[in-house]
């Protein structure tokens, strides 16, 4: 019988502890599908940072260092002048990268190390419990917005492929969901070109991936899929929006 | 021996080059030697003094409260440094700038030169420096005067050894008058 | 030693020196004053040994990349001055968490806030106690000569790597700025084991490796914590550094540390030459402190008199390491000001009881 769908090798396969529509497994694939079709499992080196997403370790089959909140892209950069034939990719949230992280992603940017970032924004904390983010919406009520974002006191979700993508130093600068098949397909190239980028010695690539968070967001994966594409994908528009030259490997 | 000695003056006038040339010549008379620079966040301008320990044996203290000898360029280094200057220490004093009659205290081995005008006859103003240290080492032979010539090949930058010669010749001027 | 070998050099700039000389390839940092010879030396001479400097956009992001490179087993440092210190303390706490071997120069500036960028001992307790979060420590190395300040350096990275600790030089502008003639011996070893189970180089052809400070299954954080105090245990047991002087038929020991302990020894000096049996303790290592060595003298029935640059902080440890803590008097100048060796003679002089 001829096998067409397996776990990649890049996974450890142990269960994943996220929640029931999280879309963190998804991701994580997605990272590890890029890894092995490169053949980079043995020489990829991972930053783990802090949120829903630091047990990295225990689903990537790769060396893991776990970064202070925040601070993965400067970790990635001092791996990554040491090690600079390994491959070294940071997997943050929305609270570590654009708010405690916002500086260290910026310089790491404007450098153009040649790292690859894998941002999920939620628009909300996970791990500690539903906090407002900087990426959470206006009007969106979380434990610390409880009557819901307020530019007037919280300023504005932050948009930060757009920031970083307005940089000299990125290669690659690209917003993705995995809401829905045909997004997941886009959001597999990209993230895939994003490693490309790194075998390639092409400099710092980025992709942000809109997530769901159905648990914080008190809704269930049906509505919370849904909220992705009614109201993040509106103000956060998918696509690539830089791009330095690179080989279409699809 | 123990030896030390504060340097000091406007930024400008080089007290640090021949504090640095002092510690070069002890050096290559096998000295030991510490040079602590006072340190303040002016770039330009300022005032600037340094402190030269020069001894056989191992140096404790690099910070000198009560100097064996000054070097002073300028007014307000006089007033600063002379209280501290040990009973009978040798004070170079630069009285282009600072009539000798300044100076507050009779129990010193004063030596008052006027090293702005005896550099102007070497070549240079910017050579005052260089005649207060000719005339230090002469007077007190805290190194030999022909080791703080030869220093200068390590305390200039390469790009100014072609002024060693002129150094030299007001280093021997300061050294004449004492 | 043969004069015509040495090179005559800033503390900074010895530091520095040390550091490539001890195989040290990576430097991030961070500009600030009294430091800022030790990164420029830095990014003038790595590129001439295939090495990297990195000028980081703060602090905070020096000691991170410091971590980063630390997992994979180079030498690699960073240096600052009090502020800068502040911020890298959440790092200094990870990579005790993480176990990593690094060096960190603090040569300290005074406080608090933006304070002054003379000397000063004011960042004792912040160097030995702590800062950041956790029961954690740093191996700190106070030099107090130009050559010394090269010789730590070295044994710095060594430290850090015997024991899997970052190990922090505390020096201050003093140390920074002093030039004196230094003999700048290579050492044989100057690189860690590349063979060590930890290190972080991709997973080719074994099991993937982890560096982590979390530990949140049942028990782990107790066992990781107590696996990290058997390592302070066995590091006071084994590499405490002090220097004893005139201790012998002392009547007086001034216990002192860096720039102090040297303006010390020649207040002492000038004391004997007055008859005063005087005598110095000068910790090497703040941490590990040199308890055993100050509880043994303290038991001569010698009075002590600690001098600080600051208003009393390693006083507290003495006091603990005395048999009779009313033995233990105090000299201290807080940041703004150095003191010369008369002014700690006449406090000798004072506490002197024949």
């Known amino acids: ?237 998918l696509g690539v929006l830089k791009q330095k030259d690179v080989v279409d490997v699809l | 021996m123990y030896y030390d000695v504060i340097m000091a003056g406007f930024g400008g006038q080089g007290v640090m080059l021949i504090g640095n040339l002092l510690a070069y010549a002890a050096i290559r008379e096998g000295k030991n030697v510490t040079y602590l620079p006072s340190y303040g966040v002016e770039m330009r301008g300022g005032t600037a003094n340094c402190s030269v320990v020069v001894a056989d044996e191992e140096i404790g203290s690099p910070v000198v409260g009560r100097p064996g000898s000054l070097i002073i360029m300028n007014r307000p280094s006089l007033v600063k440094f002379e209280p501290r200057l040990q009973p009978g220490g040798v004070l170079v004093l630069n009285s282009s700038l600072v009539p000798a009659a300044e100076c507050q205290r009779d129990d010193l081995d004063l030596v008052a030169l006027p090293l702005n005008d005896l550099a102007r006859e070497v070549g240079n103003d910017k050579l005052a420096n260089m005649v207060a240290l000719g005339a230090l080492v002469a007077k007190t032979g805290i190194v030999a005067l022909e080791a703080a010539k030869d220093a200068l090949e390590d305390a200039l930058n390469p790009k100014y050894h072609r002024m060693i010669p002129i150094n030299q010749q007001a280093m021997d001027k300061g050294a004449a008058l004492v | 030693m043969s004069a015509a070998k040495k090179v005559f050099l800033k503390g900074n700039e010895a530091i520095a020196m040390a550091a490539i000389n001890a195989g040290c390839r990576y430097y991030f940092g961070y500009p600030i004053t009294p430091q800022n010879d030790i990164p420029e030396y830095m990014a003038r001479h790595l ?206 020991v001034v216990v002192a540390f860096g720039s102090m302990a040297r303006i010390a020894k020649t207040s002492i000096e000038q004391a004997r030459a007055k008859g005063l049996r005087v005598g110095l303790i000068r910790p090497i290592t703040l941490y590990p402190f040199p308890t055993a060595t100050i509880g043994e003298i303290s038991r001569q029935g010698a009075r002590f008199l600690t001098c600080e640059m600051n208003t009393g902080q390693m006083v507290e440890d003495v006091r603990l390491a005395v048999e009779n803590p009313g033995q233990v008097e105090f000299y201290g100048r807080p940041g703004g000001s150095v003191p010369t060796p008369e002014e700690i003679l006449a406090r000798i002089e004072e506490t002197y009881q024949d």
């Open chain 1, 1 to 237: 019988m001829k096998q067409i769908f397996a776990r990649p090798a890049s996974l450890t396969g142990k269960n994943f502890h996220f929640c029931p529509g999280c879309h963190h497994g998804i991701v994580h694939r997605l990272v590890a599908e890029a890894i092995d079709y490169f053949d980079l499992r043995e020489r990829t080196v991972g930053i783990a940072s802090v949120g829903c997403s630091v047990f990295l370790y225990d689903y990537f089959a790769i060396d893991v260092i776990e970064a202070p909140h925040g601070r993965a892209a400067a970790v990635a950069t001092g791996t990554k002048r040491v090690l600079d034939d390994r491959i070294v990719f940071t997997y943050q949230g929305d609270g570590d990268l654009a708010a405690i992280g916002t500086a260290e992603i910026i310089h790491a940017a404007n450098r153009g190390e040649n790292i690859t970032v894998i941002f999920v924004n939620n628009s909300i904390y996970g791990m500690t419990g539903g906090q407002m983010a900087p990426t959470t919406m206006l009007g969106q009520q979380s434990t610390t917005s409880p009557y819901g974002r307020d530019c007037q006191r919280d300023g504005y979700p932050i948009k930060m492929a757009e920031m970083l993508a307005a940089l000299e130093g990125p290669s690659l600068v690209a917003r993705v969901a995995v809401d829905r098949p045909p997004n997941v397909k886009k959001a597999r190239k990209v993230i895939r070109q994003a490693f490309q980028m790194q075998v390639e010695n092409k400099g710092f690539s980025f992709v942000e991936v809109l997530s769901a968070c159905p648990t914080n967001w008190g809704l269930n994966p049906q509505q919370a899929v849904k909220r992705v594409a009614e109201e993040m994908i509106p103000y956060f528009p």
């Open chain 3, 47 to 252: 590129p001439e040994v295939g090495g990297e400097f990195l000028q980081a956009e703060s602090e905070i992001a020096s000691i991170n990349m410091l971590l980063g490179a630390a997992a994979t087993g180079v030498r690699v440092m960073t240096s600052s001055s009090g502020p800068g210190i502040s911020l890298m303390q959440e790092g200094f706490s990870y990579l005790a968490g993480n176990e990593l071997p690094a060096l960190v120069v603090n040569m300290s500036r005074q406080g608090p806030g933006l304070g002054g960028i003379n000397a000063t001992q004011g960042d004792y307790f912040q160097a030995v106690k702590g800062g950041g979060h956790g029961d954690y420590h740093l191996i700190v190395l106070a030099p107090h000569t130009g050559q010394e300040l090269y010789d730590l350096t070295i044994k710095g990275f060594e430290l850090a790597e015997k024991y899997r600790c970052l190990t922090m030089l505390l020096g201050d502008a003093i140390l920074g700025q002093i030039k004196e003639p230094i003999d700048p011996w290579k050492p044989e070893k100057t690189a860690g084991d590349p063979d060590r189970e930890w290190l972080i180089t991709g997973a080719r052809g074994r099991q993937p490796r982890l560096i982590k400070s979390l530990y949140l299954a049942d028990g782990e954080m107790e066992k990781h914590n107590w696996r990290l105090q058997e390592k302070y245990r066995r590091l006071a047991a084994e590499d405490v550094m002090v220097e004893t002087r005139h201790t012998d038929d002392a009547r007086l």
